[in-house]
C-alpha cells in the first residue's frame, strides 16, 4: 500500500527566507511523485512532478524538489519566498493500475504562511 | 487552456436530501475523480472512472454514489446528505496512462454544508 507523510501541518517562514516542505512516502513499487498547491479558495495546481530522471524536479513560481530514494522522500524547497506564496502545499504519490486508470494518494498537506 | 467545471462553488442542504454534485472537463481525458477535501486530512478519494460507465470505488465510497454516462461528465450523489458530508468536494481529470504527465487537473471545488 502506498501512503504519503507530510509531518509539518503549518510552516511560518519570514519573506525572502528560504523554505523547505517535508513529504516521506512509503510504496512498494515504482513511483510517481507530485507537489500540488492549493491558494485560497482555489482548486489544487501542480507545482512539480517526479516520473523518471534526473533526481532533481525544477518546477512553477521558482520551487523545486528532490527525489532520494534511500530515504523515501521528496522534499520541496524555494530559496527566496514570497507573500505570494503562502498557500497550502500537498505532496502526492501516484499508483497504477492494473486494469488502466491511475489514482493519487496525498499527504495531509503543509500550510505555509509567509510573513513579512 | 484546460478547463474542469464544478456546477456549485457553494451549496447548502438539508439532512436527508438526495444532493447531485456536477463536474465536466473539455480535455476529452478518459480518468475522472471526485475527493472530498477536510482539514488535517488532506484529499481523500471517493470514486474515480477511467471510461464512460466504469466507475470504482476510492478510500471512502460509503455513502456516495457517482455516474458517468459521458466522457465529459462525472456526476457525485449522496443518496441522504448527513452532516458529517458536510466538506470541500473537489473534482479532477487526467489522461490515460501512458500518454502524458499523468497530471491531475482540478476544478474550483464545491463547498457543500449539510444542515
Known amino acids: 500500500a502506498q501512503s504519503v507523510t507530510q509531518l509539518d501541518s503549518q510552516v511560518p517562514v519570514f519573506e525572502e527566507a528560504p523554505v523547505e516542505l517535508r513529504c516521506n512516502y512509503s510504496?512498494?513499487?515504482?513511483?510517481?511523485l507530485f507537489w500540488y498547491v492549493q491558494y485560497p479558495n482555489q482548486g489544487l495546481q501542480l507545482l512539480l512532478k517526479?516520473?523518471?530522471?534526473?533526481?532533481l524536479v525544477k518546477g512553477i513560481n521558482g520551487f523545486e524538489a528532490e527525489f532520494n530514494k534511500s530515504q523515501t522522500s521528496f522534499h520541496l524547497r524555494k530559496p527566496s519566498v514570497h507573500i505570494s506564496d503562502t498557500a497550502e502545499y500537498f505532496c502526492?504519490?501516484?499508483?497504477?493500475?492494473?486494469?488502466?486508470?491511475?489514482?493519487?494518494?496525498f499527504g495531509t498537506g503543509t500550510q505555509l504562511k509567509v510573513e513579512l | 487552456d484546460v478547463k474542469v467545471t464544478q456546477s456549485s462553488r457553494y451549496l447548502v442542504k438539508r439532512t436527508g436530501e438526495k444532493v447531485f454534485l456536477e463536474c465536466v472537463q473539455d480535455?476529452?481525458?478518459?480518468?475522472m475523480f471526485w475527493y472530498r477535501q477536510d482539514p488535517g486530512l488532506g484529499l481523500r478519494l471517493i470514486y474515480f472512472?477511467?471510461?464512460?460507465?466504469?466507475?470504482e470505488k476510492g478510500d471512502i465510497p460509503e455513502g456516495y454514489s457517482v455516474s458517468r454516462e459521458k466522457k465529459e461528465r462525472f456526476s457525485l450523489i449522496l443518496e441522504s446528505a448527513s452532516t458529517n458530508q458536510t466538506s470541500m468536494y473537489l473534482c479532477?481529470?487526467?489522461?490515460?496512462?501512458?500518454?502524458?504527465?499523468?497530471?491531475?487537473?482540478f476544478g474550483p471545488g464545491t463547498r457543500l454544508t449539510v444542515t
Open positions: 502526492a504519490v501516484l499508483y497504477i493500475l492494473t486494469g488502466g486508470g491511475n489514482k493519487l494518494t
Open positions: 480535455m476529452d481525458h478518459e480518468n
Open positions: 479532477a481529470s487526467s489522461l490515460f496512462p501512458g500518454e502524458s504527465s499523468y497530471e491531475q487537473y
Open positions: 472512472s477511467y471510461d464512460v460507465k466504469m466507475k
Open positions: 510504496s512498494s513499487v515504482s513511483v510517481y
Open positions: 517526479y516520473l523518471s530522471g534526473s533526481t
